[in-house]
């Protein structure tokens, strides 16, 4: 009886294994499934977008008329921004594909910043033309490519998954024919690139993606430890682990894990290879009660930012979430504010210590720059501002524009009804760069 009991047991236990095992497999599966059809979505997306991208920059070549022209510009862009998006979804991100990328930004940046001007006042030039024209001889090459990647695919029912599991196998597989089509895809981008690339595409762009304006030798592991012991004023009671990080970057940094011995509490830190730069710190140490108000603690961060050798910083916005501030400071050169230069920090209210820090933004737009003289008076640019609204603030600053361009503003911050504006009038054109709601939020947890 006791066996029989034991063997129908161990059946059902069997059949549950059984069927947990198969439950499991039919999930990865649909989960495999539903990969590889974004992935198929996504490059055949793209691929009818490079077919309509082409065509399109051949109909601007066509036309003249702005009442034609700024709309098919418009629409180039659009059509630029959703490549943009299907590249980014592709299984690539282990494959330098950045020419490609870069390519279409600058086909949108330049169709963007032509349509929107007054092409009845300042209409295309022939350089300009010239610019239109290669691109559109280029798109045909990279039209032709991925048409191959796409019959190929077709033909031999390639997946891609196949190139998820290349790259888990080897960092640099080779004779994955989705892989090598993409390549002739880069290669072809690269030699126009190389050759053609006109200063109309280039010269009005800011890079904010990377760190390309630090500057300085590389540091290695001992000057990270040393940086991040003087950068947190550590007392020595600390382990700090250090690894490398970011190869396959173009920014490289060194990323320390520092354990407080005695409170038992971590911090991590991120610190640039090149020029040893703290680009952000987060501490998980418990926050006591609060014993300092908001304006403390953000004198507190201001001089915390003039001991590590950030100047001229002033604060821009605060907030208190429970227990702890969180402050934005921007630059400020003789009275012009810096927004691109902005550096955010988290203040714990219990000591005013610092247990958040974050300067990818300041490191990514700081250079030694020379403040231009505006166009049109303070009083002109007043006269672009909403009469309904109250101003209480106004000021000069530089601010990024739509298509990443530091531009001098004037800035009016002002009141209608119960809310604050900032508004940002154009200090060459008097044109609304900018309006935006700004949020000191203040909540307390009790």
């Known amino acids: 009886m006791l066996k029989g009991i034991l063997i129908g047991v161990l059946s059902i236990g069997l059949i549950g294994t059984a069927f947990w095992g198969y439950s499991e497999h039919n999930e990865k599966r649909a989960v495999k499934i539903q990969a590889e059809n974004n992935y198929q979505r996504a490059f055949h ?16 070549l066509a036309m003249k008329s702005k009442t034609s022209l700024s709309p098919a510009l418009v629409e180039v862009w659009g059509l630029t921004s959703q490549a943009h998006s299907n590249v980014g979804q592709l299984p690539l991100r282990l494959l330098p594909i950045n020419k490609t990328e870069e390519f279409l930004s600058n086909i949108g940046d330049f169709s963007y910043r032509t349509a929107v001007r007054d092409l009845d006042k300042e209409p295309l030039s022939e350089k300009e033309y010239d610019t239109l024209q290669r691109l559109y001889e280029n798109s045909a090459e990279i039209q032709g ?11 031999d029912k390639l997946r891609w998954m196949d190139v998820e599991l290349a ?42 993606n990377n760190l390309a304006n630090v500057k300085g030798e590389n540091i290695n ?16 009671s600390e382990k700090i682990k250090v690894s490398h990080t970011g190869e396959k970057l173009e920014d490289h ?10 409170q038992k509490n971590e911090t991590y830190m991120d610190i640039t290879e090149k020029g040893g730069y703290p680009l952000w710190v987060i501490s998980n140490r418990e926050i006591g009660k609060q014993k300092i108000d908001l304006n403390k603690a953000s004198l507190n961060g201001l001089k915390f930012l003039e001991r590590n050798k950030y100047p001229n910083m002033e604060l821009f916005q605060s907030s208190q979430y429970d227990t702890v ?49 505006p166009r049109i008076s303070i009083e ?14 106004e000021r000069k600053a530089i601010i990024l524009n739509k298509l990443n361009q530091e531009i001098l503003c004037y800035e009016f911050v002002g009141i209608r009804g119960n809310d604050t504006y900032q508004v ?14 700004l949020n000191n939020v203040i909540e307390n947890f009790d």
């Open 45 to 60: 997306e793209l691929t009818y977008e490079v077919d309509l991208l082409h065509d399109k920059i051949g109909d601007t």
């Open 145 to 155: 490519e991925l048409r191959k990647v796409q019959h190929l695919v077709f033909e």
């Open 167 to 208: 790259y888990a196998k080897e960092q640099n597989p080779k004779n994955n024919v989705i892989i090598d089509g993409f390549k002739s895809v880069e290669s072809s981008v690269a030699s126009y690139s190389d050759a053609n690339m006109d200063p109309a595409l280039t010269n009005f762009k800011v890079n904010r």
């Open 221 to 236: 592991k001992s000057q990270a430890k040393e940086i991040a012991r003087k950068f947190l004023e550590l007392n020595g």
């Open 253 to 262: 940094y060194y990323s320390l894990e520092i354990t407080d011995l005695k």
């Open 325 to 373: 501030g969180v402050f934005t400071y921007v630059s400020n050169i003789n009275g012009v504010r810096i927004y691109p230069e902005l550096i955010t920090m988290k203040i714990a209210l219990d000591d005013g210590s610092i247990v958040g820090f974050s300067a990818k933004n300041y490191l990514a737009a700081y250079t030694k720059r020379k403040i231009p003289e």
């Open 380 to 393: 002109e640019a007043r006269k672009s501002v909403n009469s309904n609204m109250k101003i209480m603030e």
């Open 424 to 437: 940002f009038i154009n200090a060459n054109t008097a044109v609304e760069e900018q309006i935006k709601k």
